[in-house]
DNA sequence: GTTGTAATGAGACTGAGTCTTGTTCTATGG
DNA sequence: CCATAGAACAAGACTCAGTCTCATTACAAC
């Protein structure tokens, strides 16, 4: 999933706030960190017990912030935290597995071909019932490799 | 999307909370007639709004023991507000069109050749990540008809 | 330096959803 | 019938992830 350097995410994050008149600060720039290093989706109490200095609040308003300039994308999972993980534009597209037991989220990447059959089956609702797509997310449910 | 009759639907979801020691009241029954006629998911404010007799709490208390006898699923929409809708076991396997507009959440049905190929992914998915799945969601974001 | 604006920390606040409690329904059986 | 036990219910208190407010601090531009 590492598919930029950390360098190149922050240079680019950089120049998203930058457009949107925000500054890179150092706590965006720890969060924008910890969510490169992990490399999968990341809770809210994963950030405060991985970056204690920020505060709760701090690290609510980075994400909004990160969100509105399309750095970082929230994940729902299959309980009540939301997750956050870098934006696709950053990485790559990708869909996620979700464990019912434990609530781990897993980044998987799919094959070109298969999404072109979920392109094209897209295109198929989207005429039927007008509707405009602008994304999709496919979320696979089930139990991971420690949960069995 | 109505494959089955609402008089099936009520006599066997009756079954399911039979087998729950669970009995079909009229606050449940109200809410299944409802989920039948919409057709499609309807949030919390949409029951109270069509059956502004029953409490919200109870409205939610029907809703958690429907899902826990496997009669209703419960849809994460595009907003902050679930959804719910009849379990797919009583209905057909479909995906969700979001409108980020207006937070409308619309079924459509894939194709057999589709969820072939959807099958497939997953099955290659569970192998890599040693994940056993369960079900799937493929949630396809952007505006309604309405919304443009 | 001065000044305007963005960013921050602390904590109050919101509200969808859950839990508690006292009451009412209903199935069963004597 | 009536008695009784368990399920269902209404009302409202409560929880807590997430948002908002506001006073203070850090920047950037000039
Ligand atoms: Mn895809
Ligand atoms: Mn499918
Ligand atoms: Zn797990
Ligand atoms: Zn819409």
């Given at each position: 999933m590492a598919v930029r350097s950390a360098n190149d995410i922050h240079e680019l994050i950089e120049r998203l706030l930058r457009q949107g008149d925000l500054r890179y600060t150092t706590g965006r720039r720890a969060i924008v960190d910890l969510l490169c290093r992990v490399g999968q989706p990341v809770s809210i109490s994963d950030i405060e017990s991985q970056l204690?200095?920020?505060?709760r609040s701090s690290a609510y308003r980075h994400l909004v912030d990160l969100q509105s300039v399309g750095a970082v994308r929230r994940v729902a999972a299959n309980d009540d935290f939301a997750r956050f993980e870098l934006a696709e534009d950053l990485t790559e597209h990708h869909h996620h597995l979700l464990c019912t037991s434990c609530g781990d989220v897993i980044d998987v990447a799919p094959t070109p071909a298969f999404e072109k059959a979920v392109t094209t089956m897209i295109e198929q609702f989207a005429e039927r019932e007008g509707f405009r797509p602008f994304s999709h997310s496919l979320d696979i449910v089930g139990h991971c490799r420690e949960c069995g």
């Open positions: 204690p200095s920020i505060p």
